[in-house]
């Protein structure tokens, strides 16, 4: 048992290194891309050659880049003073070894943002007033002085040793066509969540080391390759079934065309064997990459394969769609095979079951729970949060694709909330604030913003649990009304009231009407609207405001009863059904046989 809980402690702590080297790469991908496509055209090697254009190459390499990084991981510490601060040493470092400094920029830069925080801490409350600005000053310009200084006489050249061993280790690698076996741990860990940690925190400092020597680099490509994941997918599509088949075809063209790897790691981890297959793939597409000696002249942000053309070294294309093509049939072979076996012996193959299982068997091997429920916070009313984000470890990918799908469900049903996305490290600890991550992420999401409210989902792209979430909530939002006429014992467990008979013959369309607040009415006009599409009935079904209602007696007006009153108050000829719940769809089952 303590070993199991060193296991999950250690994993968490390289989780939270892995994030933290990332977060600092991450929004300066822009700058490497720009880079990089300077260093692709312009120089001697490039696509067109130009001397002047190309003396940009080194000094965006050589100070730009790390400086940008410096800065980041200061700002991550310890806002704007912590980013000039980290800035600051960022350039000793640089001055100090003649190697490119990211490494350096990684340690000097939140070393700079933690020293300036402490001091803030100890003595921000001791100035005297009129001198915060003069002591804030030079707070920040003698301890970035003090750290520039530094850097320049220990961290430059140690970094600088430790750079070339690394770059020794992968050369002897390359040169003994071994690169490949550095697969099999680069793909199990991208399915548990290090990928960013991977690409932006080993390889993209290490490739701009290559690419800076050679005009290319292999490394661009070890964590990027889209195809292991590709593989595992079309074997899914065309040898599984239940709802693992029916996604795998959207999840295929998100992760290979829009770069999102993250949509495939649920199909691996719902069949541990898998990792055999993404291994085996990307193992045969390194030996196939390092066969022809093909590399990119930039990171690849996201692994899309058309961000990967566009980084692609000249002359290198055959080469990369060659190693691409090759991981994604080895994958698909192995994983068909597990697949096909799994069936042959009974294996039940439901999607959301096997996710469901995999999750809960890891989780106890680490001591958690990964149960949703238990995982998760009650959903809040809306009034009680001002906004929500959906947060993973580098606030981009997955991430961003599931703040969108929930932002269209919330435009679509009229409501007025902030949906973004953001990394886990980014957040900030506020209350009115609901937070949304994947189940294996949660509980650091939890430690960085313990006031907010989280819930957690197994896949950024369901759908179906966005909708339930705004379910809870409009639930909470729109407590149920206590009915001012009295219901018979003798009545339908619907609890529906009206005046008078409801004459379904004459009704053209359907209204779920508020008076002011939304609340759940958007919801409920949207499950109805649903069941008659499903049914093949062509009533339209809307949510109203009661001011906006039309006093036509084919209208037929669904509210709840303190709603419904009002109605009948203000349209003699309408027809209304009120219920205590909007959202129990049970209460239209009447309506809905009668229109069938």
């Not at 809307?542 to 303190?562: F, G, M, Q, R, Y």
Request: include cysteine.
């Amino acid at each position: 048992m303590d070993n199991t809980k060193n296991n999950a402690g250690l994993k968490a702590k390289v989780q939270k290194l892995g994030s933290y080297l990332s977060s600092m790469v991450m929004p300066n991908i822009g700058a490497f891309i720009a880079w990089g496509v300077l260093t692709a055209l312009f120089i001697p090697d490039g696509y067109f050659p130009n001397e002047d254009f190309a003396g940009i190459v080194g000094p965006m390499l050589s100070y730009l880049l790390p400086i940008l990084i410096g800065y980041t991981g200061g700002k991550m510490v310890h806002g704007d003073r912590g980013a000039v601060v980290g800035a600051i040493a960022t350039v000793g470092a640089i001055v100090g070894s003649d190697v490119t400094m990211f490494i350096g920029a990684m340690v000097m830069g939140p070393l700079g943002g933690w020293l300036i925080k402490k001091f803030d801490e100890r003595y921000q409350d001791k100035i005297p007033s009129g001198f915060e600005m003069l002591v804030n000053n030079f707070s920040s310009g003698l301890i970035g002085f003090a750290l520039a200084l530094i850097a320049f006489v220990v961290v430059g050249p140690v970094v600088a040793s430790l750079t070339s061993m690394i770059g020794v280790g992968v050369e002897a690698l390359v040169q003994a066509g071994l690169l490949p076996l550095a697969n099999i741990l680069i793909e199990p860990a991208k399915v548990l969540f290090l990928n960013n940690a991977l690409n932006h925190g080993i390889f993209t400092p290490l490739g701009s080391e290559q690419v800076a020597e050679a005009g290319k680099s292999i490394l661009y490509l070890l964590e990027t390759n889209p195809g292991p994941g590709l593989g595992v997918l079309l074997a899914f599509m065309f040898l599984g079934k239940g709802s693992a088949k029916g996604s795998a075809p959207g999840a295929a063209i998100i992760h290979f065309l829009g770069g999102i790897h993250e949509i495939y790691f649920p199909y691996v981890m719902m069949k541990p064997l898998l990792f055999l297959a993404v291994i085996a793939g990307g193992m045969t597409g390194t030996f196939v990459f390092s066969l022809f000696d093909v590399g990119l002249t930039g990171a690849a942000s996201p692994g899309s394969i058309v961000a990967i053309t566009a980084m692609t070294a000249q002359g290198s294309h055959l080469g990369v769609y060659a190693g691409v093509i090759a991981s994604a049939i080895v994958s698909f072979l192995i994983a068909g095979v597990i697949i096909k076996s799994d069936r042959k012996a009974g294996v039940d193959d439901t999607f959301e079951e096997q996710v469901a299982a995999t999750q809960a068997a890891k989780a106890s091997s680490k001591g958690q729970s990964t149960d949703v429920e238990a995982l998760s916070d009650s959903a809040p009313a809306f009034e009680e949060i001002d906004q929500i984000i959906f947060a993973c470890d580098a606030g981009m990918g997955s991430s961003a694709m599931g703040a969108s799908l929930l932002r269209k469900k919330v435009k679509s049903q009229g409501i007025d909330i902030k949906v973004t996305n953001s990394a886990i490290n980014n957040l900030k600890d506020d209350s009115k604030t609901l937070v949304i991550t994947q189940e294996e992420l949660t509980n650091r999401a939890r430690k960085q913003s313990p006031s907010s409210t989280h819930l957690s989902v197994e896949n950024f792209l369901d759908g179906d649990r966005y909708d339930e979430i705004l379910n809870d909530m409009y639930k909470k939002s729109d407590e149920p009304v206590a009915t001012s006429e009295p219901v018979m014992a003798s009545e339908p467990e619907t609890a529906a009231t009206s005046v008078g008979p409801i004459d379904y013959s004459a009704v053209k369309q359907v209204f779920v009407a508020y008076d002011g607040k939304v609340g759940a009415s958007t919801m409920a006009a949207s499950q109805l609207r649903n069941q008659f599409t499903k049914n093949g009935i062509n009533v339209p079904v809307e949510a109203k405001d009661i001011n906006d209602l039309s006093n036509d007696s084919s209208n037929l007006v669904i509210a709840t009863p303190e709603v419904g009153e009002k109605v009948r108050q203000q349209y003699a000829n309408v027809m209304v059904d009120t219920y205590d719940k909007l959202l129990n769809e049970s209460h239209y089952n009447q309506l809905i046989e009668y229109f069938k």
